[in-house]
């Protein structure tokens, strides 16, 4: 094809031999990029390898070692293998067969499966035990809880009041909250030392230990002659959660106790001394 014929062919003027493209320097050139790629790979593969045959050679290395230390040392490790064996041992099988109701286990789980929970005792229930729908179970739950507070707060009182005449009032002020107790049992020795110096009616203990005038039966100085430990604790309790309420949280807030509405003339000193004498067994017990 001529020139011009090319030019009429291509729709214009076509003043130049078109040039046939010469790809044998294209497969030069992907050839060369082909060879980098798999060297690159190679290296990679020989680098995996190297890494893998270093790393079972040191796991070796490391096993004889370990192997080695635990045959030195088996009569230091085996003793603490079998105790930690029985500890978990002792412990999987006093919770799996306890019978004491467990109040962080609370599940709907209704009696007609006969479902025995860990550390939960569902004997003699009856309807679903959700909460709400099951009030003894609901109520016992709550014994259940509140049961070891109070036995760290009859041990508190127990240490400071036994083998005193208040030592028979132990189980009722375990019985109120925290700071009414520390309250009672810290008044009471510094009114009575727990009982020693206390009102008397023909010759029998009123049990007064606080100096308490709330009406009732009463001896000399208006003082109440309370008829049992239970009785004067819930008199002079009652009073105490009443002024608790009313925010008294400490010994120096409670010196109305002492005082009534105004303590203008009973001298700083006096007031100071009661204060203090309180509070060294207000905070063994509320600290």
């Known amino acids: 094809m001529g020139e011009w014929s090319k030019s009429a062919f291509y729709g214009g003027v076509y003043t130049k031999t078109q040039k046939t493209e010469n790809c044998i320097s294209c497969d030069i050139k992907y050839t060369f990029k082909y060879r980098q790629f798999t060297a690159q790979l190679e290296k990679f593969r020989n680098f995996g390898e190297t890494g893998w045959e270093k790393t079972k050679y040191f796991s070796k290395v490391y096993k004889r070692k370990l192997q080695s ?80 507070a ?63 005038k709330g009406g009732g039966k009463t001896v000399a100085g208006g003082y109440s002659c309370f008829a049992s430990p239970e009785q004067a604790v819930d008199a002079v309790g009652g009073k105490i959660e009443k002024m608790v309420a009313k925010g008294v949280r400490t010994p120096a807030q409670a010196i109305s106790w002492k005082c009534g509405s105004s303590c203008a003339g009973h001298g700083a000193a006096n007031v100071q001394k009661w204060i203090s004498d309180v509070a060294i067994n207000f905070y063994k017990i509320n600290s």
């Not at 293998?81 to 412990?91: G, H, P, R, S």
């Not at 510094?190 to 029998?204: C, I, N, T």
């Open 69 to 148: 230390h635990i045959s030195k040392k088996q009569e230091v490790y085996l003793p603490v293998l079998i105790a930690i064996t029985l500890l978990a041992l002792v412990f999987v099988s006093k919770t799996a067969f306890s019978k004491n109701i467990d109040p962080t286990n609370n599940l709907p789980v209704e009696d007609i499966y006969k479902v025995k929970l860990i550390g939960t005792n569902l004997e003699n229930k009856t309807g679903k035990i959700c909460s709400g729908e099951n009030e003894e179970y609901q109520k016992n739950l709550a014994k259940s809880a509140s049961a070891p």
């Open 150 to 212: 109070a036995s760290d707060l009859k041990e508190d009182v127990e240490k400071i009041v036994k083998n005193t005449p208040m030592a028979a009032m132990i189980d009722p002020i375990s019985e109120k909250d925290r700071t009414v107790a520390a309250f009672i049992v810290g008044i009471a020795m510094k009114e009575s030392k727990f009982g020693v110096y206390s009102p008397k009616l023909a010759g029998r203990d009123c049990y007064n230990y606080w100096g308490f």
